[in-house]
């Protein structure tokens, strides 16, 4: 598994901007299906959320889930929120890669919401 920081060293900013201009083309073109489940296991929906996010794009081999869970009581504690990709065959459905992602958000002492990561912005909502 390659690490935000080690992708960051191989791939720029502008390498993104063609792949990510043509992923819009083909969605305004209605070659997109994407989708967002929302749940809200936890007590309270201040206390913790799961968001499921899909995609794919007309004729691609592949289509991606992404498994995204934000709690509370792991920023409180200084744990990592847990998750996972999933990179998926088209044609089968098997699953080609995927991988957990840890992401480990500040809590309320650390710096201000400004400089967390982005994974964490769903933070300043609290």
């Known amino acids: 598994m390659v690490s935000a920081a080690r ?5 720029a900013f502008e390498d ?17 299906q994407n989708g ?3 749940m809200l296991p ?21 289509h991606i ?7 509370a009581t792991n ?8 998750g996972f990709i999933a990179v998926l065959d088209s044609s089968t459905g098997h699953t080609l890669r995927s991988s957990t992602k840890s992401i480990t958000c500040p809590t309320f002492e650390r710096p201000p919401p400004e ?9 300043s909502r609290l």
Do not use: N
Not at 7 to 11: A, D, E, F
Not at 75 to 82: E, H, N, Y
């Open 7 to 11: 992708l960051r060293t191989l791939v």
């Open 16 to 32: 993104l901007i063609d792949p990510v201009s043509e992923a819009f083309r083909q969605s305004s073109a209605g070659q997109a």
């Open 36 to 38: 967002l489940v929302v």
């Open 42 to 62: 936890a007590e309270r929906p201040d206390m913790g959320d799961v968001y499921v996010k899909t995609g794919v794009l007309a004729g691609h081999p592949v």
């Open 65 to 71: 889930v992404k498994v995204s869970p934000w709690f």
């Open 75 to 82: 920023v409180a504690s200084g744990a990592p929120q847990g």
């Open 115 to 123: 400089r967390w990561p982005p994974e964490c912005s769903r933070l």
